[in-house]
C-alpha cells in the first residue's frame, strides 16, 4: 500500500485558481491509475478527475469540465489538478486516490488508498 499527500488548498474568490498536488511514497508509482475526489460537508464523496498510469486516458466530471486538469507527472510521483474559474459550489475536501490497476476509475470502490485530503473553500 502507499501513502498519498495532498497540499495546494485554501480560501481563494470566486473565478480564482488553485493547484492541488498529490505525492505519492512507495515504488511503482507509474503503475496507478489515480483519482481526485472531493466531499462537501453533509454530502457523499463525489468523483472529480481521474488519470490512468501513463496519462493517455483522463476522465473528469460534468460539473468541473473545462474548468479543471489532471495531470501526473511520474518521475516525481505526483499528480496535480489546476482547477480554474472556482465556484462557491466547488467547495470541499479534496482528496487523492491510487487505484492499483493502472486504469482511469471514476468510482471511489476502484481505489486501494487515500489521501487524508485538503481543504478548499471558495467564497462569492
Known amino acids: 500500500q502507499v501513502q498519498l499527500v495532498e497540499s495546494g488548498g485554501g480560501l481563494v474568490q470566486a473565478g480564482g485558481s488553485l493547484r492541488l498536488s498529490c505525492v505519492v511514497s512507495?515504488?511503482?508509482?507509474?503503475?496507478?491509475?489515480m483519482g481526485w475526489f472531493r466531499q462537501a460537508p453533509e454530502k457523499e464523496r463525489e468523483f472529480v478527475a481521474a488519470?490512468?498510469?501513463?496519462?493517455?486516458?483522463?476522465y473528469y466530471a460534468d460539473s468541473v469540465k473545462g474548468r479543471f486538469t489532471m495531470s501526473r507527472d511520474n518521475a516525481k510521483n505526483a499528480v496535480y489538478l489546476q482547477m480554474n474559474s472556482l465556484k462557491p459550489e466547488d467547495t470541499a475536501v479534496y482528496y487523492c486516490?491510487?487505484?492499483?490497476?493502472?486504469?482511469?476509475?471514476?468510482?471511489?470502490?476502484?481505489?486501494?488508498?487515500w489521501g487524508q485530503g485538503t481543504q478548499v473553500t471558495v467564497s462569492s
Open positions: 512507495g515504488r511503482f508509482f507509474s503503475n496507478y491509475g
Open positions: 486516490a491510487a487505484a492499483q490497476n493502472h486504469l482511469a476509475t471514476i468510482s471511489t470502490t476502484g481505489y486501494d488508498s
Open positions: 488519470i490512468n498510469w501513463n496519462g493517455g486516458t483522463r
